[in-house]
């Protein structure tokens, strides 16, 4: 399993890295099908399980909200983003392509319009941040690498900690194999990284208590969210949600990490100064 996994990262982190460096419509673009995939993937499980769910309203929809957000603009504490009504819009057309779905089925299901809806608010939103953050003004790309980087570290390190000495587990029914211990180190690696980023890169821009602040954010909330994943396979008794890619599962296992910690990453460093 360890080799495959290996594998699968050194072909991917490069990929991820030169596109991060691109910016513009190549990491749009990545991130929009990214999100498209992860949410192919969140409906595959759902219908696996048993629920009800419209895998094309959801699987559009997920693209089409990155997109919208991606696009949107940076945010602004002064005026609205000039491309702020696309998300709105995006949204809109994500509702009602549900709703009308339903209405012309013979069968009709409010529940598997809500899931329909959820599942590109839950992966597809996020993970639209990516590109507002890339697109920051100032040290953008740097940002952005640190945020892949610090979760990448967290969850080595939490790998291979709950691996030799993980004995307290986290949540047994969602995760099995996570340990305190794991995410202990997982923190501990995410703090590290933050602030070693901060020396190498970012000493005039971003402040010692913000690097911390934001290695914090990283360990904790990346872990997090990798549950609320955990979540949606649990419940329908799935413990990969693809074979996509050797060794890490799908798209939607490997970014569950961004579902939470994403929009929180790129508002924290935009409304407590750290791209100014």
């Known amino acids: 399993m360890l080799l495959p996994r290996i594998g699968t990262a050194v072909a991917a982190v490069p990929l991820v890295l030169y596109l991060i460096h691109l910016g513009g419509f190549p990491f749009l673009a990545f991130t929009a099908l990214l999100s498209a995939l992860a949410c192919r993937e969140y409906a595959l499980i759902l219908r696996i399980g048993g629920r009800g769910v419209q895998p ?3 699987t559009a929809g997920g693209a089409l909200i990155a997109l919208a957000v991606g696009l949107s603009g940076p945010v602004s504490t002064k ?5 702020v009504g696309l998300n709105h819009l995006a949204v809109t057309a ?6 009308l779905r339903e209405v012309l089925r013979r069968e009709h299901s409010l529940d ?13 939103w996020p ?3 990516l590109v507002l953050l890339r697109e920051l003004p100032v040290h953008g790309e740097v940002f952005c690498l640190l945020l892949f980087a610090g979760v990448w570290m967290t969850d080595i390190a939490a790998w291979a900690a709950g691996t030799a000495l993980g004995r307290r587990k ?6 099995p194999k996570k340990s305190w211990e794991g995410a202990a180190a997982g923190l501990a690696a995410a703090i590290l990284t933050l602030w070693l980023g901060r020396w190498l890169f970012l000493r005039e821009t971003l402040g010692p208590g913000l690097a911390l602040a934001l290695g914090l954010l990283v360990g904790t909330l990346g872990q997090a969210s990798d549950a609320t994943e955990s979540l949606v396979k649990r419940a ?4 990969d949600s693809s074979g996509l890619l050797p060794g890490h599962g799908g798209v939607f296992d490997r970014m569950d990490s961004f579902f939470l910690l994403a929009p929180a990453f790129y508002y924290a460093i935009v409304l407590l100064g750290g791209n100014s």
């Open 112 to 124: 598997r319009a809500a899931l329909s809806v959820l599942g590109p608010l839950f992966i597809g």
């Open 236 to 239: 329908s008794g799935v413990k």
């Open 94 to 99: 994500l509702v009602l392509a549900a709703l």
């Open 56 to 58: 094309w309203v959801t």
């Open 79 to 83: 005026a609205p983003a000039p491309g």
């Open 170 to 175: 986290m949540a047994p029914v969602l995760s």
């Open 127 to 129: 993970l639209g941040h």
